[in-house]
């Protein structure tokens, strides 16, 4: 069974739904305090999943992920190093990719990880967003990708509208590191809503590292592991009882969980 350490700690507050997802698909997670890494208790080599979930770590005061951003590089970059070395999987969701793509962890183009490639600006509504959106995934070699085709997933952020120098995104569409895209799928149709929610420039919503082991994105799968959780699943109730078929139970996030869980079995 995998193990997930979910870090914790100076205003991360999706932690248990980020735990959840990766339980309900099968593995193990542990929530775990940045301080308890920083001074040994807990060893991040002990884990196979490192998930760095939603939230406003340090208040975002110094822009976005950058001040966890600095801690980690501080205090815990050779660990980090090594982790991602060794073909773990690694995940940030939401501030979690801020945090990423700060450290230069995301995309880390040609073996530079630790320099900043790409930003998370603000929205082009200079408005913290909060609403559903349709994501489709990208044929990439990914374990986070893998049998996905377009979700539905939420998304929650002032600061989100993925920004590179044309020289980067030109490698990351060589390189096939674009993982997701807003597009105008159900969710959107239905609600008359816009497919890109910040501005995001080519709609990229995700993107991994060279070798598909690190995924970050602004959408929050984790809040979107059941079916209740969809804003339209009253009427997608009654379809399901007209055509007498099941409920179903879990939601279109979960699958992301369930590609990193299922990649160590």
Not at 102 to 130: C, D, M, S
Not at 153 to 174: D, T, Y
Not at 226 to 239: D, G, R, S
Request: hydrophobic fraction near 40%; glycine fraction near 10%; aromatic fraction near 10%.
């Amino acid at each position: 069974m995998s193990k997930t350490l979910v870090l914790s700690g100076y205003g991360l507050n999706c932690e248990q739904e980020t735990k959840q997802g990766f339980e309900l698909a099968g593995g193990k997670a542990d929530i775990v305090h940045i301080n308890d890494l920083i001074n040994g208790t807990i060893k991040l080599a002990d884990y196979q999943i490192l998930a760095v979930p939603g939230g406003f770590s340090y208040g975002d005061d110094t822009g976005s992920g950058n001040a966890m951003a600095n801690k980690l590089r501080n205090h815990l970059w050779t660990d980090l190093v090594e982790f991602v070395e060794e073909k773990k999987l690694a995940i940030g969701i939401c501030n979690g990719f801020q945090i990423l793509v700060n450290l230069g962890i995301l995309p880390g183009l040609n073996n530079k990880a630790g320099e900043r490639q790409v930003a998370l600006l603000h929205n082009n509504t200079a408005r913290y967003t909060v609403r559903w959106i349709d994501l489709e995934f990208q044929k990439i070699k990914s374990p986070w990708t893998q049998n996905i085709e377009t979700i539905s997933v939420p998304i929650a952020h002032g600061e989100g509208r993925f920004f590179a120098e044309p020289e980067i995104l030109k490698s990351l569409k060589a390189k096939n590191l674009i993982a997701c895209k807003y597009v105008q799928g159900e969710i959107c149709t239905m609600q008359n809503l816009e497919s890109n929610p910040n501005g995001s420039m080519e709609d990229i919503a995700g993107i991994t590292n060279e070798q598909g082991n690190v995924f970050g994105l602004m959408p929050h799968p984790d809040r979107a592991l059941y079916f209740t959780q969809l804003p339209h699943w009253n009427l997608l109730k009654a379809q399901f009882k007209l055509a007498e078929k099941p409920l179903p139970k879990y939601g279109p996030g979960l699958k992301v969980f369930q590609n990193a869980v299922n990649y160590f079995k």
